[in-house]
């Protein structure tokens, strides 16, 4: 069964810390590009980081610069976000997607992990 799986979401302090993991079953995710996502409640869906199946290069939003990074563990299938310095507007649910190079659109969605910073 080709599936994605996000873990790792939690209710953190401001300033705290969390890693999200992103898990692959049914396929080898070191061959695919990888997004993370947001979507905190009532806003539209946001980009929040990208790292390519080629160079593995990362990309990240204005927003989370500087305190999120994205990178791979291929033994395990993975794809981690590890969030630093988390603020209040960080809530959201996160979601990670996979994609062949060259598609424009990404072939895998996992269902989502909450993530909440509140004091």
């Known amino acids: 069964q080709v599936q994605l799986v996000e873990s790792g979401g939690d209710l953190v302090s401001p300033g705290g810390s969390l890693t999200l993991s992103c898990t692959a079953s049914?396929?080898?995710?070191?061959?695919?590009?990888v997004g993370w996502f947001r979507r905190a409640p009532g806003k539209e869906r946001e980009g929040v980081s990208h790292i390519s199946n080629r160079d593995n290069g990362k990309y990240y939003g204005d927003s989370v610069k500087e305190r999120f990074t994205i990178f791979r563990d291929n033994a395990k299938n993975r794809v981690y976000l590890q969030m630093n310095s988390l603020k209040p507007e960080d809530t959201a649910v996160y979601y990670c997607a996979a994609k062949r190079a060259g598609d424009a659109s990404y072939d895998y969605w996992g269902q989502g992990t909450r993530v909440t910073v509140s004091s």
């Open positions: 049914g396929f080898t995710l070191q061959y695919y590009a």
